[in-house]
Nanobody, 119 residues
Framework: QVQLVESGGGLVQPGGSLRLSCAAS????????MGWYRQPPGKQRELVAV?????IPNYADSVKGRFTISRDKNTVYLQMNSLKPEDTAVYYC???????????????WGQGTQVTVSS
């Protein structure tokens, strides 16, 4: 069984910062990529940032220069600076993981964490 557990969301004022964390655990053989998506109220889920092993991270244009994705072993982080009201959304972690029990790679999702940017 593989799990992704997110933390770090909350309420912040415009211009503020938050750091999200997502830890993968369980029967993991390898992790190919880890990233963050978000779903604003009434909108579809969208890519925020993704990093692949040995590759250059990919960011949505709307967050370039403000958000930074990083990874330490099985944990991925999203440092969010200069937050804007339009960054308000539920943020989801996603990982491409090969599990030990079947050696098949598939996407796993976290439960989501709410980020609200408001004064």
């Amino acid at each position: 069984q593989v799990q992704l557990v997110e933390s770090g969301g909350g309420l912040v004022q415009p211009g503020g910062s938050l750091r999200l964390s997502c830890a993968a655990s369980g029967s993991i053989f390898s992790i190919n990529a880890m990233g963050w998506y978000r779903q604003p109220p009434g909108k579809q889920r969208e890519l925020v940032a993704v990093g692949r092993s040995g590759g250059i991270p990919n960011y949505a244009d709307s967050v370039k220069g403000r958000f930074t994705i990083s990874r330490d072993k099985n944990t991925v982080y999203l440092q969010m600076n200069s937050l804007k009201p339009e960054d308000t959304a539920v943020y989801y972690c996603k990982a491409e993981i090969t599990a030990i029990n079947n050696f098949r790679m598939r996407d796993y999702w976290g439960q989501g964490t709410q980020v609200t940017v408001s004064s």
